[in-house]
Structures are given as structure tokens and as C-alpha cells.
């Protein structure tokens, strides 16, 4: 059985634990929180014991079946945690895995942390088989509304009663893509004012702009026209010390992809997605303004490597606004402003 996050509380809280779960994904708040939920129902299902296996490079597969064939000491239920380092499992960790599920015991309770599995990893047999037998949750970065909705139910649950809804979406602005700050938030709004009502002027000084961006989500914005929000990522990555030709690579590629160029190079397919979104971003940019961009990010090459007067952050937040307008030439900026 495959659950969501916000799917968890209410299917250990039903109290029939599953013999296994598998905890994977790249969002580090979301494991974390997933594992501490399982371990606390296990302790209050009889799960006294707990016994942690690290899998390493010279991991001993044989130690799962010896931790779940071994009596306890102290109590009659044991909780064993597998965590594992790999990306993939491999053909004895799989068939490991698959023998254990042929016959789990109902004095044992298997947890396995994966916060490094590919994606792709998720099609193999062996996941297979721990879907028909126990529960799998993936731990993805939560978006948009559905970022919003944890937020306000995170509120709900930390004991606000209300919450005017301008107080969500500010804090979905500040701590976009950062769950573990947005959890933090919280609680320190928890700590402030429990219990209260919350409203814009109580969050004055209490949030801190504590939002996670990275290259590629700058491009996202980009392409989605999206330009206060492409100015803010831009805004952020200067503050963390990113490099100029990093951002001027990723917007350089872009601007190539867009205008045909990329296709020619023999690279990849581009997910599904991404591809939708440039397409959509081409019906708003002409080909001569992408080749006059193209020339700007020239002369932005030039001013980085010191062969041309200028503010590179500031050429490069003009070509991020123009990018993401689109429009037809002439741009609307001039370097020699």
C-alpha cells in the first residue's frame, strides 16, 4: 500500500500496524517526521525493542534475517530499523528483502529509511513486494496550494484556532521549498502567540525569509513568466554567495534550449514537464528576442571575467525580467544605461 504524508496520522492512528514501511524521497522534514510517527505508534503497540541496522558498503544482508529471527532480551515485539545508503538496493539487499516479506513476524515491525532510493528504483520487483505487504510513503517536496494546505493544518495543530489566510500564503512565500523552516516557523509563532489569532502584523517580526531556491527553480519561474517570483529567487541566490557564471550558465542554457539550439547539441530528452513549459514559454518570446538575450548574456560573460565595465547582478536581474515578460525586440533595458 503507497500513502502520502498527510496520509500517515490517520493510518497509524487506526492502530493496525503493517508488518513494514518503507520511508523514501528527497524531502529530509517529511522522513524525519514519518519515521518519528511509526516509531511512536510502534512503542505504543508493544514494540519495546529497538534494534538499527546500517547498511553500508560491506553491509551483511544476512543480519536481517538474524535481527528478525532473534528472541529478545527485554521484550516480546521488536522494532528494526534498516536504514540504507545507496541509491539502489542491489540483488542480495532485493532478495533479502523479498525473503523477509514471504515471512514477516507479527512480533517484528521493519522499518526502512531510504532517503537516497532513485525514483526509477521505485519500478523495481522487490519494491513490488514490499507494496503488497506492508506501506511505502515518498517523501516529495510538497507546492503551491497543497505547500499551503500543511501549512495551515501544521497551524491547526499546533493549536490555532484561526488563521487568516494572508498569514499562510506569506509564510509559503518566506519559506518556499523548506519545510524543515517552515515547521520551524511554526513553532516559533507557537511559542509567541499560542493560541491567538493569527494576523499579518503578529508575523511582522517573528518570520524570517527563510526560503530555499536553486538554480533550476530560477529558471522554473522564467519559464512560467512568473517575474516578482523570478527577481526573489535571483534576490536569494546573490545573498547565499551563488556565483554570477552559475547563474549565467543556467540562464545562458535556457535562452539556447529555448531558441533551438539545444535540441541540436544531441543531449537528452527533457522531462515532460520542462518541455511543456518552454514550449508555452516560446509562444510568448519572439526568436529575435531570445538571440538578442543571447548577445546580452555575451557581454554579462564579459563584464564577469573583468573585460567589460558593469554590475553583473544587475545585468543579469535585467535579462531575468526580460526573460520571464517575453515580448517582442526591442529589449526593454540597455547596458549602456
Not at 521549498?177 to 509567541?192: F, H, M, T, V, Y
Amino acid at each position: 500500500m503507497r500513502l502520502r504524508f498527510n496520509q500517515l496520522h490517520d493510518h497509524l492512528k487506526a492502530g493496525r500496524l503493517a508488518p513494514l514501511y518503507l520511508l523514501c524521497g528527497d524531502e529530509p522534514w517529511q522522513l524525519g517526521e514519518a519515521a518519528a510517527q511509526v516509531r511512536a505508534a510502534a512503542r505504543a503497540a508493544g514494540f519495546d525493542e529497538r534494534e538499527v541496522l546500517d547498511q553500508e558498503a560491506a553491509f551483511d544482508w544476512n543480519a536481517l534475517a538474524a535481527a528478525a529471527d532473534a528472541l529478545s532480551l527485554f521484550s516480546t515485539r521488536k522494532l528494526i530499523e534498516l536504514r540504507l545508503g545507496g541509491a539502489r538496493l542491489g540483488k542480495e539487499g532485493a532478495a533479502a528483502l523479498r525473503a523477509y516479506c514471504a515471512r514477516p513476524c507479527p512480533d517484528n515491525l521493519l522499518l526502512i529509511l531510504a532517503p537516497a532510493l532513485e525514483r526509477k528504483e521505485l519500478q523495481a520487483a522487490w519494491i513490488k513486494t514490499l507494496d503488497e505487504t506492508g506501506v511505502i510513503l515518498q517523501a516529495w517536496p510538497l507546492k503551491g496550494r497543497e505547500f499551503e494546505r500543511w501549512i495551515g493544518e501544521r497551524l491547526g495543530a499546533l493549536g490555532f484556532r484561526r488563521v487568516a489566510p494572508d498569514v499562510v500564503s506569506l509564510i509559503a512565500e518566506r519559506t518556499e521549498g523548506n519545510l524543515l523552516a517552515a515547521a520551524q516557523e511554526a513553532e516559533k509563532l507557537r511559542l509567541l502567540y499560542e493560541g491567538a489569532e493569527l494576523n499579518l502584523e503578529m508575523l511582522g517580526n517573528a518570520l524570517a525569509d527563510t526560503a530555499r531556491f536553486d538554480l533550476f527553480a530560477l529558471t522554473d519561474a522564467v519559464l512560467a513568466g512568473e517575474r516578482a517570483r523570478a527577481q526573489r529567487i535571483l534576490a536569494v541566490l546573490r545573498e547565499e554567495g551563488t556565483a554570477e557564471p552559475l547563474v549565467l550558465w543556467v540562464l545562458t542554457r535556457e535562452l539556447r534550449q529555448l531558441h533551438g539550439q539545444g535540441a541540436a547539441s544531441g543531449g537528452p530528452p527533457l522531462p515532460r514537464a520542462r518541455a511543456e513549459a518552454q514550449a508555452r514559454a516560446r509562444r510568448r518570446l519572439a526568436p529575435a528576442r531570445l538571440r538578442a538575450l543571447l548577445a546580452e548574456c555575451a557581454r554579462v560573460d564579459r563584464i564577469v571575467k573583468g573585460a567589460a565595465p558593469g554590475d553583473a547582478w544587475r545585468h543579469l536581474s535585467l535579462i531575468v525580467d526580460a526573460l520571464a515578460a517575453g515580448g517582442q525586440p526591442p529589449l526593454p533595458f540597455s547596458f549602456d544605461a
